[in-house]
């Protein structure tokens, strides 16, 4: 579904270029889950902006469904980021001031989804995070887990190949944490595609792939296969502890 071959990307500091990516490399399938792990500045956003659509690439190419991102303009790129890509980010995203109601339908209106669908995909969509008795709320009474699940169901409205989400658990506490896990545990379930950056062993747990990026590049990766989620956990710890300590 999404490919990315020999991904690099530098940006200009202090009259030198940062290398934030070199040379990446990994496919995503449908129905996959993965999580991308490494310390900070190791290049994880950046590789989430460039599969958003919101950041482009010095080199390599990246390939959505057999099409090379190269070759759309800007708003055949803003029409895949509104109805193929999903965004989950740690600070929601979400106008304040407006119901949730209308910040989960936001999407729906830069495609001209006729009037009448907006509420019913809505509902859907809230019922998915258990929060379709709170729709008429503004966003400013919710709290941080319930913002949460709003932007993932305003990521969820439009059916999109996959999300991405940005440190989704990076604001809340662990009860709302919790929630949400199992949120993107029974949207993958449902067959979702997700792919999630997370500082969060424990939120990694829950992928079915974890890749590890070090200084750019790809340095490791884990299958969960049969693993449970605690044995994942332990699997992960022990791969940030040599990544951490320099290990090869």
Same mark, same amino acid.
């Given at each position: 579904m999404l490919q990315l071959q020999n991904i690099s990307k530098t940006y200009p500091v202090g009259g030198q270029k940062f290398q934030a990516l070199c040379q990446v490399s990994f496919h995503v399938e449908e129905g996959d889950f993965i999580s991308i792990q490494g310390k900070s500045g190791s290049g994880k956003s950046t590789l989430l902006h460039i599969m958003g659509c919101l950041d482009d690439y010095d080199c390599g190419d990246y390939m959505i469904e057999g099409k090379s991102v190269k070759s759309f303009t800007e708003p055949q790129k803003a029409r895949l980021r509104n109805e193929k890509i999903g965004f989950v980010m740690q600070d929601f995203s979400l106008i304040s001031s407006q119901s949730v109601l209308f910040?989960?339908?936001?999407? @729906?209106?830069?495609?001209?989804? #006729?009037?009448?669908?907006?509420?019913?995909?809505? /509902?859907?969509? @809230?019922?998915? /995070? $258990? @929060?379709?008795?709170?729709?008429? *709320?503004? /966003?400013?009474?919710? +709290?941080?887990?319930? *913002?949460?699940r709003v932007a993932i169901a305003r990521a969820l409205i439009n059916h #999109? *190949? =996959? =999300?991405?989400? $940005?440190?989704?658990?990076?604001?809340?506490? +662990?009860? !709302?944490? $919790?929630?949400? @896990? !199992?949120?993107? $545990?029974?949207?993958?379930q449902s067959g979702q595609t997700i792919l999630m950056v997370t500082h969060s062993s424990k939120a990694a747990s829950y992928a079915s792939r974890v890749l590890f990026i070090k200084d750019g590049q790809i340095f490791h990766q884990l299958y969960k296969g049969d693993m449970s989620n605690q044995e994942m956990y332990q699997a992960i710890s022990d791969t940030l502890t040599m990544l951490l300590s320099g290990g090869q």
């Amino acid at each position: 579904m999404l490919q990315l071959q020999n991904i690099s990307k530098t940006y200009p500091v202090g009259g030198q270029k940062f290398q934030a990516l070199c040379q990446v490399s990994f496919h995503v399938e449908e129905g996959d889950f993965i999580s991308i792990q490494g310390k900070s500045g190791s290049g994880k956003s950046t590789l989430l902006h460039i599969m958003g659509c919101l950041d482009d690439y010095d080199c390599g190419d990246y390939m959505i469904e057999g099409k090379s991102v190269k070759s759309f303009t800007e708003p055949q790129k803003a029409r895949l980021r509104n109805e193929k890509i999903g965004f989950v980010m740690q600070d929601f995203s979400l106008i304040s001031s407006q119901s949730v109601l209308f910040n989960v339908t936001l999407p @729906l209106y830069f495609n001209r989804t #006729p009037y009448r669908e907006l509420q019913g995909r809505a /509902v859907e969509a @809230l019922r998915l /995070v $258990d @929060l379709e008795n709170q729709m008429n *709320k503004n /966003v400013n009474q919710l +709290s941080g887990g319930q *913002k949460q699940r709003v932007a993932i169901a305003r990521a969820l409205i439009n059916h #999109p *190949k =996959i =999300i991405l989400a $940005d440190e989704p658990t990076g604001a809340l506490d +662990s009860k !709302s944490t $919790d929630q949400l @896990l !199992s949120i993107f $545990d029974q949207i993958h379930q449902s067959g979702q595609t997700i792919l999630m950056v997370t500082h969060s062993s424990k939120a990694a747990s829950y992928a079915s792939r974890v890749l590890f990026i070090k200084d750019g590049q790809i340095f490791h990766q884990l299958y969960k296969g049969d693993m449970s989620n605690q044995e994942m956990y332990q699997a992960i710890s022990d791969t940030l502890t040599m990544l951490l300590s320099g290990g090869q």
